[in-house]
């Protein structure tokens, strides 16, 4: 029997797929996405992990056309308004497993939350090490810089944020937003008018509460939601190995400095496959 894998050219479904191959014998059947934004396209390494592992490709041509012939159901089957476009992917990718008549689907949601993966992350983390006097936050400063590309400059202006109390009311300061400052949206705004009508964070600035919140509420209810609509709706259930509440309370568990090392996060699972 085939097992259905969604692979992006990350480490997070790479290595899924990679462990269920090489250490449970599992026969993989790969589901990848070609994005016409080469911004976003990860082909190349898409194609790397596939011939390490003798696989054959399989690639899902996204266009103009197949993105308008879905977008109305799609935004109908959804029934709320949601965070991100990524459904339109999604349910691009579930026709087409579906049509492969493979009913389950494993992918890697859930290893930036657990391993410390987004750029927040580093923020938090550096921002920990510096409050305890750690030897390593110089260290650790200066490869963020040279290997995340970002400045101490940014550094700062998140040390400046996390003291303002609108930290509670959005404690992701970049996300994947490429340095956009949140603060501009939001300053005009009065606390009262915050209190009354958005939702407040336990933001101490520690980096595992910045877990607690990406897991609990910022971003892994909205992407469980988004793929169990998303699948289930052409018949194939989705499935996420890191979400396992035993791996999440291991990695939870863990010291950040395991999980970034020198710039680069989710350094243990890198180490590990």
Same mark, same amino acid.
């Given at each position: ?34 994005? %016409? ?5 990860? =082909? ?36 709320? %308004? ?64 040279? =290997? ?39 300053? =005009?705004? =009065? ?20 877990? !607690?919140?990406? !897991? ?38 863990? %010291? ?18």
């Amino acid at each position: 029997r085939k097992y259905g894998f969604i692979l992006s050219g990350g480490i997070d479904s790479s290595s899924i797929l990679g462990i269920a191959k090489k250490e449970l014998n599992v026969e993989p059947y790969s589901f990848s996405l070609d994005i %016409p934004d080469q911004r976003f396209n990860e =082909n190349n390494e898409i194609k790397e992990i596939l011939e390490f592992h003798n696989m054959e490709k399989n690639f899902i041509k996204v266009t103009s056309s197949n993105t308008k012939d879905i977008l109305f159901n799609e935004l109908l089957q959804q029934d709320e %308004p949601l965070p991100t476009p990524n459904f339109i992917l999604h349910n691009i990718l579930a026709s087409q497993i579906n049509d492969k008549g493979i009913k389950v689907v494993l992918n890697g949601v859930g290893g930036d939350e657990i391993l410390l993966g987004y750029h927040d992350h580093f923020l938090y983390h550096l921002f920990n090490l510096e409050q305890d006097n750690s030897k390593l936050f110089n260290n650790e400063l200066f490869y963020w810089e040279k =290997n995340q590309k970002r400045t101490e400059a940014l550094y700062k202006k998140f040390k400046i944020y996390l003291k303002s109390n609108l930290s509670n009311f959005n404690p992701d300061f970049l996300a994947r937003s490429q340095g956009y400052d949140y603060l501009s949206l939001v300053k =005009n705004l =009065n606390l009262d008018t915050f209190n009354k009508y958005f939702k407040s964070f336990k933001n101490s600035g520690k980096v595992l509460d910045k877990q !607690i919140n990406d !897991i609990s509420s910022l971003t892994i209810p909205h992407s469980v939601k988004m793929d169990d609509t998303c699948y289930l709706s052409h018949a194939v259930e989705t499935r996420q190995p890191f979400l396992d509440y035993r791996l999440i309370n291991l990695c939870l568990s863990m %010291p950040s400095r395991y999980k970034i090392k020198k710039g680069i996060g989710k350094f243990i699972l890198r180490q590990a496959v």
